[in-house]
């Protein structure tokens, strides 16, 4: 009897560790799944904000970018107002389907690349006009 109760408490917390690791792995992946592409809805979408953050990109707003971004994640780092320009124009070719053409322009940024390299890391690249 002790052998089934010690058994069985094995199986629930290896159960419980694999379902984490899952739930880890899930969401690293959903998080990583919007970046670059727009037709993918990020963590913090909302009908208002789309719209806002729309007319940032035709209007090449960066300031209104900026407010809406809040500081969020690693892209407002590297974003600033010499380059969003360049950032607007990945996001207009995502739109238009030309992918590759917009991975072009984010590698240049120093966006999307899966170990931190790129123009945009360090001390270069205008990062104290933040």
């Given at each position: 009897?002790?052998t089934k109760?010690?058994?069985?408490?094995?199986?629930?917390?290896?159960?419980?560790?694999?379902?984490?690791?899952?739930?880890?792995?899930?969401?690293?992946?959903?998080?990583?799944?919007?970046?670059?592409?727009?037709?993918?809805?990020?963590?913090?979408?909302?009908?208002?904000?789309?719209?806002?953050?729309?007319?940032?990109?035709?209007?090449?707003?960066?300031?209104?970018?900026?407010?809406?971004?809040?500081?969020?994640?690693?892209?407002?780092?590297?974003?600033?107002?010499?380059?969003?320009?360049?950032?607007?124009?990945?996001?207009?070719?995502?739109?238009?389907?030309?992918?590759?053409?917009?991975?072009?322009?984010?590698?240049?940024?120093g966006l999307?690349?899966?170990?931190?390299?790129?123009?945009?890391?360090?001390?270069?690249?205008?990062?104290?006009?933040?």
């Amino acid at each position: 009897m002790e052998t089934k109760k010690y058994l069985s408490k094995k199986f629930l917390l290896g159960t419980s560790m694999l379902m984490a690791t899952a739930g880890l792995v899930g969401s690293a992946l959903y998080a990583s799944a919007y970046q670059g592409d727009p037709n993918v809805k990020g963590p913090n979408y909302t009908v208002e904000r789309h719209d806002a953050m729309t007319k940032a990109f035709e209007n090449n707003d960066y300031n209104a970018w900026k407010e809406l971004m809040a500081g969020r994640g690693r892209v407002t780092q590297i974003i600033n107002e010499g380059n969003f320009s360049k950032f607007a124009k990945a996001h207009k070719l995502a739109l238009e389907g030309k992918m590759e053409e917009s991975k072009k322009i984010r590698a240049e940024l120093g966006l999307g690349l899966r170990n931190g390299s790129g123009k945009g890391q360090g001390m270069g690249m205008n990062r104290n006009n933040r």
